[in-house]
């Protein structure tokens, strides 16, 4: 006979710890993320969920009861980078790379089958792109696009078809079935190239100083001296020292808590200010090449059209981000693009300008005033949008092509000021083929509105970089 009083009851439903089924946005770990404060969550690049409950504007998230993780290292769990990181122990999706820095990635391993997915020129297209030595004895590379069947299935070759991406990336790691060569070896760089976290601490923007060691002198700005530093002794870091009557600082203070959580991964990472003392400090992200302009005049010679073009690419991916955030930089321009270690570049100095004491600088009279940089409607209405960024990136597109040549460099400002306001335009430079000259030249149109976004910028340099011949 059973003594049923002894019976066990059966176990409660299982607690969902970070939320899951409570219609919270799941999420899962790109890279392994150590927490600095108390309040930070360390994250494992591990198939683990969390719940993303809480959102500052753009730079971190929430979550429950657990703490802070930046938002950049996370990404919602349905997505093919989140899948591409459970596929396999390596990752193969490569978000915001381009083609020539996959060859460049693909070359520097030199491994058999090694591959990369990356985001294609079209949205939501994706583009396998695989090294072989099968073809030549220095190595090839083949770029093959994932296409959709009439069914809706995904497919790389026409008789293999699979419901999702990386059942794709499965199967041909196993077959090469119409292929080179096989995929033998994921090259994703999401490991060893982790972002730039929108802070130390992922919720704070304040920096104590004495948390900064300062070491050689990288150059001067606007506001004045560039440092490297380490903050922690740990972090290399760029710490801009304001020298004092060169800024609206207390205005400036108040803006630097948006600029902070503005991340992207071709944006130079503001990380926080040191505002108790004077002078006033700024830590950013440091770039070990430095300002682009001086990059270009030192070593554009050695780069490929195709490096060029990536380059562009970059700054237009910046901008975009900056433009879908209703965020106008206002100065871009090469000497405020930085380059870092894998000639990577970012979009520095973005809204500076607004915070300048200097009637030299932000009037268009004034003789530091960018007006090579500058569409009519800023010269003169001092009238800005994202359309006038976009004629400015049209200038570092020339600058890029042009090997860092100063724009209409034997004409004075005035000069400048009637060239531009009759219709004359920068020339072609003899680098850029005649398709990247009109992308060039349509970013100059008289009116803002004739001008095109920044979105539609890339999708054209996306399609240049797929399609080079």
Same mark, same amino acid.
């Given at each position: 006979?059973?003594?049923?009083?002894?019976?066990?009851?059966?176990?409660?439903?299982?607690?969902?710890?970070?939320?899951?089924?409570?219609?919270?946005?799941?999420?899962?770990?790109?890279?392994?993320?150590?927490?600095?404060?108390?309040?930070?969550?360390?994250?494992?690049?591990?198939?683990?969920?969390?719940?993303?409950?809480?959102?500052?504007?753009?730079?971190?998230?929430?979550?429950?009861?657990?703490?802070?993780?930046?938002?950049?290292?996370?990404?919602?769990?349905?997505?093919?980078?989140?899948?591409?990181?459970?596929?396999?122990?390596?990752?193969?999706?490569?978000?915001?790379?381009?083609?020539?820095?996959?060859?460049?990635?693909?070359?520097?391993?030199?491994?058999?089958?090694?591959?990369?997915?990356?985001?294609?020129?079209?949205?939501?297209?994706?583009?396998?792109?695989?090294?072989?030595?099968?073809?030549?004895?220095?190595?090839?590379?083949?770029?093959?696009?994932?296409?959709?069947?009439?069914?809706?299935?995904?497919?790389?070759?026409?008789?293999?078809?699979?419901?999702?991406?990386?059942?794709?990336?499965?199967?041909?790691?196993?077959?090469?079935?119409?292929?080179?060569?096989?995929?033998?070896?994921?090259?994703?760089?999401?490991?060893?190239?982790?972002?730039?976290?929108?802070?130390?601490?992922?919720?704070?923007?304040?920096?104590?100083?004495?948390?900064?060691?300062?070491?050689?002198?990288?150059?001067?700005?606007?506001?004045?001296?560039?440092?490297?530093?380490?903050?922690?002794?740990?972090?290399?870091?760029?710490?801009?020292?304001?020298?004092?009557?060169?800024?609206?600082?207390?205005?400036?203070?108040?803006?630097?808590?948006?600029?902070?959580?503005?991340?992207?991964?071709?944006?130079?990472?503001?990380?926080?200010?040191? =505002?108790?003392? *004077?002078?006033? $400090?700024? !830590?950013?992200?440091?770039?070990?090449? /430095?300002?682009? %302009?001086?990059?270009?005049?030192?070593?554009?010679?050695?780069?490929?059209?195709?490096?060029?073009?990536?380059?562009?690419?970059?700054?237009?991916?910046?901008?975009?981000?900056?433009?879908?955030?209703?965020?106008?930089?206002?100065?871009?321009?090469?000497?405020?693009?930085?380059?870092?270690?894998?000639?990577?570049?970012?979009?520095?100095?973005?809204?500076?300008?607004?915070?300048?004491?200097?009637?030299?600088?932000?009037?268009?009279?004034?003789?530091?005033?960018?007006?090579?940089?500058?569409?009519?409607?800023?010269?003169?209405?001092?009238?800005?949008?994202?359309?006038?960024?976009?004629?400015?990136?049209?200038?570092?597109?020339?600058?890029?092509?042009?090997?860092?040549?100063?724009? =209409?460099?034997? *004409?004075?400002? $005035?000069? !400048?000021?009637?060239?531009?306001?009759? /219709?004359?335009? %920068?020339?072609?430079?003899?680098?850029?083929?005649?398709?990247?000259?009109?992308?060039?030249?349509?970013?100059?149109?008289?009116?803002?509105?004739?001008?095109?976004?920044?979105?539609?910028?890339?999708?054209?340099?996306?399609?240049?970089?797929?399609?080079?011949?």
């Amino acid at each position: 006979q059973v003594d049923r009083s002894r019976k066990k009851l059966p176990l409660p439903p299982p607690e969902h710890e970070d939320g899951e089924g409570d219609g919270l946005p799941m999420v899962v770990a790109m890279y392994d993320f150590t927490a600095k404060e108390s309040t930070d969550l360390t994250l494992k690049q591990v198939p683990r969920e969390y719940s993303q409950i809480e959102s500052e504007k753009f730079s971190c998230v929430s979550v429950r009861n657990k703490g802070f993780i930046p938002s950049n290292y996370v990404t919602e769990k349905n997505r093919i980078e989140a899948n591409s990181q459970r596929a396999t122990t390596k990752p193969w999706y490569c978000k915001n790379i381009t083609r020539t820095e996959a060859e460049q990635l693909l070359r520097q391993e030199g491994k058999e089958g090694g591959f990369v997915v990356r985001e294609s020129s079209q949205k939501s297209v994706y583009t396998v792109s695989v090294y072989t030595r099968t073809l030549s004895v220095t190595g090839d590379i083949r770029h093959y696009q994932i296409k959709l069947s009439d069914t809706g299935q995904f497919f790389l070759a026409e008789k293999h078809t699979f419901n999702t991406i990386p059942e794709v990336i499965h199967y041909h790691e196993h077959n090469a079935a119409g292929l080179v060569t096989r995929l033998r070896y994921p090259v994703g760089p999401m490991g060893r190239c982790a972002p730039a976290t929108s802070g130390f601490s992922s919720e704070k923007w304040e920096i104590n100083p004495s948390e900064l060691t300062f070491m050689k002198e990288l150059g001067s700005g606007q506001f004045g001296v560039v440092r490297l530093g380490k903050w922690r002794a740990q972090h290399k870091v760029a710490i801009k020292t304001i020298r004092e009557g060169s800024m609206y600082e207390e205005d400036f203070i108040e803006e630097a808590k948006v600029m902070m959580r503005l991340c992207h991964p071709k944006l130079v990472q503001l990380y926080g200010v040191c =505002f108790q003392q *004077r002078p006033l $400090l700024i !830590v950013a992200e440091f770039m070990e090449n /430095g300002c682009l %302009l001086n990059f270009l005049r030192q070593r554009a010679r050695g780069l490929t059209e195709a490096w060029l073009l990536s380059m562009c690419q970059d700054v237009c991916e910046g901008m975009e981000y900056l433009e879908a955030h209703s965020f106008i930089h206002r100065d871009l321009a090469a000497r405020n693009c930085l380059v870092n270690e894998q000639s990577m570049v970012k979009v520095s100095d973005f809204g500076m300008t607004r915070y300048v004491l200097d009637n030299q600088y932000t009037s268009s009279s004034g003789a530091k005033f960018p007006v090579k940089w500058s569409p009519p409607e800023v010269l003169h209405y001092s009238k800005y949008s994202s359309k006038s960024d976009v004629w400015s990136f049209g200038v570092v597109m020339w600058e890029i092509y042009s090997e860092g040549r100063t724009p =209409f460099e034997n *004409r004075s400002n $005035l000069d !400048v000021v009637n060239d531009i306001t009759r /219709g004359i335009r %920068l020339y072609r430079p003899h680098r850029a083929s005649q398709p990247l000259y009109a992308i060039m030249y349509r970013c100059w149109h008289e009116r803002p509105q004739g001008r095109p976004t920044f979105s539609e910028l890339l999708e054209e340099i996306r399609k240049l970089a797929e399609n080079p011949d």
